[in-house]
């Protein structure tokens, strides 16, 4: 029987799961303890507690830790395990997971819930489509680039009395009416909320940094449209350092041999003719420009470009070390 558990998840998780299922999939989902017999190793038995729900139709059982009870290949392997077991899908369930062991749970193919934060049953995708033709939810894709740099001007906290769209473009070199739409794309997916006061209009946002962080993170996109390799020297160019050369200086990963500095994609012809820049490619240059969706300067006045625009460009990079470094910039943030 799976009734003796020694992990330590308490009986709130399972009303957690429920709940954001039921706010996620828009349906009835209920889950329950599994008390049946099932013939799995005794080391899961000690490591999961096991739960069972019916999820559009379908019998799913939820193998759920507390917390780092695995690595994502063994969290694999184990899932591999209960589903000879039984006939159901087995979903991967913990309360919080880092976003590293989220993309190798993607990669890997595992599917897994985390209450509040993200779903994935590559299992039940076709019966999922289906199931929302109906309805059809307002969270886009991704953010608009304005949107995400909205969101990383309050995350950053430069400036936290800014909350117009005429105080933030001032900031971000966007302007009033662009920022009126990204507030427009934040409210959209649920991160923030806005009130008309007098004849301005304010932003607040719907959670703490931390929460809302977690929230944002499968929408955020990089912002790097594109890669210019280039002959000569880029260090009289008073550019923001970018890439991994930006990755290398805010943490431990070791620094490319070539440098890379970033400018928005708007302002990259008029630097080429200004500067008489000679491209090179990318076997053969000196240093690397990245032309970005948004202004790296309206996020950073350093010599680096923010974090949290490096956190999104490199938070799935196919590299470990990389995706790894990625996470360390948000465990640093104060």
Same mark, same amino acid.
């Given at each position: 029987?799976?009734?003796?558990?020694?992990?330590?998840?308490?009986?709130?998780? %399972?009303?957690?799961?429920?709940?954001y299922?039921?706010e996620?999939l @828009?349906s009835n989902?209920s889950v =329950?303890d599994? @008390?049946?017999?099932?013939s799995v190793?005794?080391?899961?038995e000690?490591s999961?507690?096991?739960?069972e729900a019916?999820i559009?139709?379908?019998r799913c059982i939820?193998? %759920?830790?507390?917390?780092?009870?695995a690595t994502?290949?063994?969290?694999s392997?184990h =899932?591999s395990?209960?589903?000879?077991a039984v006939?159901?899908i087995v979903i991967?369930?913990a309360?919080t997971?880092?976003?590293?062991?989220r993309?190798?749970l993607l990669?890997?193919g595992v599917?897994f =819930?985390?209450?509040?934060n993200q779903?994935?049953?590559p299992?039940l995708?076709?019966?999922?489509?289906?199931?929302f033709?109906?309805?059809? $939810?307002q969270a886009?894709?991704g953010?608009?680039?304005?949107?995400?740099?909205v969101l990383f001007?309050y995350?950053?906290?430069?400036?936290q009395?800014a909350t117009?769209?005429s105080e933030?473009?001032?900031? +971000?070199?966007?302007?009033p009416?662009?920022i009126g739409?990204?507030f427009d794309?934040?409210?959209?997916v649920g991160l923030?909320?806005t009130?008309?006061?007098g004849?301005?209009?304010?932003?607040y946002?719907v959670?703490e940094?931390g929460?809302?962080?977690?929230?944002?993170r499968?929408? +955020?996109?990089?912002?790097v449209r594109?890669?210019?390799?280039?002959?000569g020297?880029g260090e009289?160019l008073?550019l923001?350092r970018?890439?991994?050369?930006a990755l290398?200086r805010?943490?431990?990963?070791? $620094?490319p041999?070539? *440098?890379?500095?970033?400018v $928005?994609?708007?302002?990259?012809?008029?630097?080429v003719?200004?500067?008489?820049l000679?491209e090179?490619? *990318?076997? *053969?240059?000196?240093?690397?420009?990245?032309?970005?969706s948004?202004?790296?300067?309206?996020?950073s006045?350093?010599?680096?470009?923010?974090?949290l625009? +490096?956190?999104a460009?490199?938070k799935? @990079?196919q590299?470990?070390?990389?995706?790894m %470094?990625?996470d360390?910039l948000l465990?640093?943030?104060?």
């Amino acid at each position: 029987m799976l009734a003796n558990y020694s992990n330590p998840l308490d009986e709130s998780f %399972a009303k957690d799961l429920e709940r954001y299922l039921k706010e996620t999939l @828009h349906s009835n989902v209920s889950v =329950v303890d599994n @008390h049946r017999q099932i013939s799995v190793p005794t080391f899961l038995e000690r490591s999961y507690r096991f739960y069972e729900a019916q999820i559009i139709g379908r019998r799913c059982i939820l193998i %759920a830790a507390s917390e780092n009870v695995a690595t994502p290949m063994n969290i694999s392997k184990h =899932v591999s395990l209960v589903r000879s077991a039984v006939d159901a899908i087995v979903i991967f369930a913990a309360p919080t997971l880092s976003a590293h062991n989220r993309s190798r749970l993607l990669a890997l193919g595992v599917a897994f =819930v985390v209450p509040g934060n993200q779903l994935y049953i590559p299992e039940l995708a076709m019966d999922l489509r289906e199931h929302f033709r109906a309805f059809k $939810p307002q969270a886009a894709e991704g953010l608009s680039p304005a949107a995400q740099a909205v969101l990383f001007h309050y995350l950053l906290r430069l400036d936290q009395l800014a909350t117009t769209p005429s105080e933030i473009a001032e900031r +971000l070199h966007y302007s009033p009416m662009t920022i009126g739409r990204a507030f427009d794309d934040l409210v959209s997916v649920g991160l923030a909320k806005t009130k008309k006061l007098g004849k301005e209009r304010h932003i607040y946002f719907v959670d703490e940094m931390g929460h809302l962080m977690d929230l944002a993170r499968p929408m +955020l996109r990089s912002p790097v449209r594109s890669v210019k390799y280039l002959c000569g020297s880029g260090e009289k160019l008073g550019l923001k350092r970018a890439g991994e050369t930006a990755l290398a200086r805010l943490t431990d990963l070791s $620094p490319p041999r070539q *440098e890379t500095f970033a400018v $928005p994609a708007s302002d990259w012809k008029a630097i080429v003719r200004t500067l008489d820049l000679v491209e090179g490619n *990318e076997f *053969e240059y000196n240093f690397a420009i990245e032309t970005w969706s948004y202004d790296p300067a309206g996020l950073s006045s350093g010599p680096i470009v923010d974090p949290l625009s +490096l956190y999104a460009q490199f938070k799935d @990079h196919q590299d470990e070390r990389v995706s790894m %470094a990625a996470d360390s910039l948000l465990r640093n943030m104060p």
